[in-house]
Structure formats: C-alpha cells, structure tokens
C-alpha cells in the first residue's frame, strides 16, 4: 500500500493540499516566494496526515490553508480581499452527481447575511478533465495547466516539506 511508504509520494500535501497551491497560484496569478509549514505525520505510515501552511506571494498576498487525511471530511476555500469575499463548497472534487455553491460576499454585513449565493450544477470533473485533455489532443489545444505548471507546483510543495525540516520559512526555488 502506498501509504506506508512516504518516500512514494503518499501522504496529504501530494494527495490533497497541492490542489490549494493550484488554487491560490491560480487565483494570485502568481507563484510564492517562501513557504512556511507545520506538519503533523502519522507514526505508523510516516505520512504527513495534518498539515498547516502559509505561503507568501508577496505584496501582502497570503496564502494558508489546512490539509488533513484523518480528521473529519471537509473541504472549502475561502477568498478574502479588500472589496469581498469569495467562498466555494466542495471546490476539488465536487460529488458528479450534486450541485456546489459559491458564496459572493461584498462586505456589506460582517455576519454574510447579506452575500449571494450561486448554485453551480453538478458535473463530472473528472469527465471534464478527460474532454480538455482529449481536445488537446485531437484538436491541438493547449491544456490550461500543462507539464511546466505541474513542476512550478511540485516547487511549491517542495519548499512546504523544506520548511517542515528546517522549522523556518523556505524558498520557493523554480
């Protein structure tokens, strides 16, 4: 079993938190400069099953998100800026058989009650995946996020497990 063996490539940061690296790299539209991480392994696997961390984009960007393989499921992701806030239920793998919602909030009460809530449709985000890929292929389209944007984000997880040896930030060296 792979969980057993961390230098595969198991554990949650490679599993779950390198979509949050996506995520705030793709909303920053930027790559972090430093990484700083705070990381709790399984002693039986060796994985890491609990894992907080911030990454710095710079100019004040700030990315922090948890990533946990043996705590209750939850997920969502939850955007902050000066004019509003933006949150997505089930941003990673939305079931393919149920709607999600995204939270538009602009401030304009500190409880959210007044933010608008949209209901995105069920899809299949893995047929989706499977369609842009296919028409890459027969079609010559770019993929969004190609080869080149995996190992920027491989970088990123890189630095992450870096700061956990070192105890301090770490460099996001490309």
Known sequence: MCATRPRSGAGGLLDIGCYAVVAGRYFFEATPVRALALIDRDPGFGTD???????????????????A?????????EILGPSGRL??????????????????????SLGGELARREIVPACDQYTEQANAFARAITAKQPLEHDVADAIINM????????????????????
Do not use: C, M, Y
């Not at 992450?160 to 060296?173: D, G, H, L, T, Y």
């Open 87 to 108: 949150e997505i239920a089930i941003p990673f793998n939305a079931p393919a058989d149920r709607h999600t919602a995204i939270v538009i909030d602009k401030g304009e």
């Open 69 to 77: 393989t043996q705590l209750v499921p939850a997920q969502s992701l």
């Open 155 to 174: 970088a990123v997880l890189d630095a992450i497990f870096a700061s956990e040896r070192s105890n301090s930030w770490a460099p996001v060296q490309i």
């Open 49 to 67: 099953r609990l894992a907080s961390v911030l990454l710095d984009f710079g100019e004040g960007r700030q990315l922090n998100f948890t990533s």
